[in-house]
């Protein structure tokens, strides 16, 4: 009912620079808070960066000052601008959200896209 996808990922060298792009689309009636997660192979997920809809801001300490995370609420996306980025920033990088799909519904934050592979080379 509700899908995400992501795009922005690819290779770059150290120091280099990405743009990650997640548009949500499907049943939608409300979304509060968007957000970056990445998974490194042999580890947990881990969260990166989220905004809510007021425009609230997080971020993990590994990527405070290198990344950027903006929303665009009217077109339900958003989006990660990593700068100076770090081999140890590799990782699948995924898109989450929490969604209302009806007014009296429950707020749901189960919602993830497929993931974007992001590498950064030395």
């Known amino acids: 009912q509700v899908q995400l996808v992501e795009s922005g990922g690819g290779l770059v060298q150290t120091g280099g620079s990405l743009r990650l792009s997640c548009a949500a689309s499907g049943k939608i009636f409300s979304i509060n808070i968007m957000g970056w997660y990445r998974q490194a192979p042999g580890k947990q997920r881990e969260l990166v960066a989220t905004?809510?809809?007021?425009?609230?801001?997080n971020y993990a300490d590994s990527v405070k000052g290198r990344f950027t995370i903006s929303g665009d609420n009217a077109k339900n996306m958003v989006y990660l601008q990593m700068n100076s980025l770090k081999p140890e920033d590799t990782a699948v990088y995924y898109c989450n959200a929490g969604v209302k799909i009806m007014p009296l519904s429950s707020w749901k934050y189960d919602y993830w896209g497929q993931g974007t592979q992001v590498t950064v080379s030395s």
């Open positions: 905004i809510t809809s007021g425009g609230s801001t």
